[in-house]
């Protein structure tokens, strides 16, 4: 139970490479005059995997706070993928830098009725203000769940579980408002003219949803590395079912955000889907609903399937490029206003995959992969035996 990631100096080089990548990609956009473009992408994968990362917050608190047995023998994944919130904390700071590039809102609200109405909250110094609140928050739990959990490994007893699911009841209703805030911020106000109440909430559902695919991969490639001995056929299940019936919720909150504004038919709310219906996004549309509902949806409806260690990392694979589908169906649109895929989009992509693979690695690295002191790990080692 003391086992330790192993991670070698050459995996950790060809992350800092692909680092480097996206630096490189970045620096090119902004030398060749491609800003707009830049900054969208910056945006993009910025929320992307501060989603990811968010997610796996909000997926180990809710294991603290119904006390579930199963998942007590991987909760050191996801509190190493939450470490990557203090990271993204400090790339935040680059986008305050491209707010005129990426917000009409910025650059046009003392000639514009509606944003001039709405600009009590949609004002610079205020949007500044809430980030680092969010971000002061989110940081302060993580850093404290961390603590407690690595305490609880030297010391046993119950006062350190205790206290992680104090934190996490609080969390799990702060981050609930604050994540929704968070999407209005940095997404929904990319058009500050349209406005839908279940936007960020589609936005809070996709970060739990995503996160907890990507945890499960996670496992499962560790797994398939030798680590995790004890993972049997009833954990890949528990694992599957998070995936399938998070693809039902993302499912409904895209069919009913769709379905009210298609039914109210109101030009202020129905532009929103023409701009990605008609102006060349059509795919990605469509792209969108098939591989973030429908494939996991029918894929995993299968018990066989769903308890098959590679059919699980083949979905959540798909579900990790359905994600990147969805943010760029909610960013480009708005601030390119025409599709555009290329190095540009490949190249940032892979230095933010890399910067946040070398993060959670590092983190995973540093204490023993399987919490020896978690009072349900019992439970979790034999998660088949209680299931039968």
Known sequence: MDKKLYVSKSFKIAMLLLVAIGVVTIAVGFLTGDVTRTWSNLLLNNFLFLSLAAGALFWMALQAITQSGWSAAFVRVPQSMVSYLMVAGILWILLF??????????????HDPVIMHKSPYLNVPFLIGRTVVFFAFWIYIVYRIRK????????????????????????????????????????????????????????FVSAFFHGSALVALIVLVLNKLGYFPFLNKEHRHDFSK???????MWGYMWFMQYFLIWYGNLPEETIYYKMRREEGFQAIFLAEIFVNWAFPFLFLMWNRIAKNANALILTAVVLLIGQYIE????????TMHHPAFGLMEIGTYIGFAGLFLYVVVTALAKHPLVAKNHPYLVESLHDEEAEE
């Open 97 to 110: 830098f491209g707010l005129p590039e990426l917000f009409h809102w910025v650059k046009e609200g003392a």
């Open 327 to 334: 943010m760029f169906n909610a960013v480009v649109p708005e």
């Open 148 to 203: 407690l959990s690595v305490l609880e490994d030297s010391v046993g007893g119950l006062d350190s579980f205790n206290k992680i699911e104090f934190l996490s009841k609080v969390f799990i209703f702060i981050f609930g408002i604050s994540f929704i805030f968070f999407g209005v911020d940095w997404i929904m106000s990319l058009d500050a003219h349209w406005f839908s109440t279940l936007f960020s909430v589609k936005l």
């Open 242 to 248: 998070y995936m399938f019936m998070l693809s039902i």
